[in-house]
């Protein structure tokens, strides 16, 4: 793909190149989404995620088809749903529709759903979906490192990305040097730790962007980006938005950058992946 000249590309294991900044649509309601994406997208976001479960998938697409940005210059991700991972040719053909798109840049598994036990079969259809080329890249979300074994053991390709919670509190060492050790990249979610604790008060964060002038929120995700994440934070608000992609003209130090990892206490704010089924 061709990518907005500000942000930084990453390859994928399948060689697919994916924008290393891009945006989020998790709790953004299906009557706005049309017009907060169609701000994104004039802000100069280029990568879009999304998911089945969260109802905003025709929304999404609406705004794609109205920007006027050729199709090869965006990366679109959606995902399969917990109680479609026996039905995941039928629910992505779903979200396809929804999306009114030929083909997904990449496509998730959303959860490992670990007491349905039903991961390595919507894999397995996922490596079809991806054979056909109508993902043209496919991969996991919330996977913790024995889901990855098991997956990594059962099936044929190996998941290009798992996108997880992710953020300073809450960093997941072992899931992130396994995936790296296998060549899946790591997406962040909730990058900025969704409000749930005060991130942004601590003196790691605060000096640093006094020191260079931006924001906190600007200084975690210019973190994450050096962190070698990929990440895609959300607002509702268009200035917002730009705040978050305003990230290119400045660099945190290596002690800056090691003062910030060293916030890691196990903090996760949302569900446990074996928690959720």
Known sequence: ??????TPLLTLNNGTTIPQLGFGVFKV???????????????????????????????????????????????????????????AENAFEESLGKLGLDYVDLYLIHWPTPQKDTFVEAWKSLEKIYASGRAKAIGVSNFLVPHLEKLLASTDIVPAVNQIELHPAHQQPEVTAFAREHGIEIEAWGPLGQGKYPLFETPEVAQAADVHGKTPAQVVIRWHLQSGNIVFPKSNRRERMAENFDVFDFELSADEVAAISSLEREGRVSAHPDEVN
């Open 1 to 6: 793909m061709v990518a907005n000249a500000n």
């Open 29 to 87: 309601d299906p009557a706005e989404t049309t017009r907060i994406v169609t701000d994104a997208l004039e802000v100069g976001y280029r990568h879009i995620d999304t998911a089945a479960i969260y109802g905003n998938e025709e929304g999404v697409g609406q705004a794609l088809a109205a920007s006027g940005v050729p199709r090869e210059e965006l990366f679109v991700t959606t995902k399969l749903w917990n109680d479609r991972q026996t039905d």
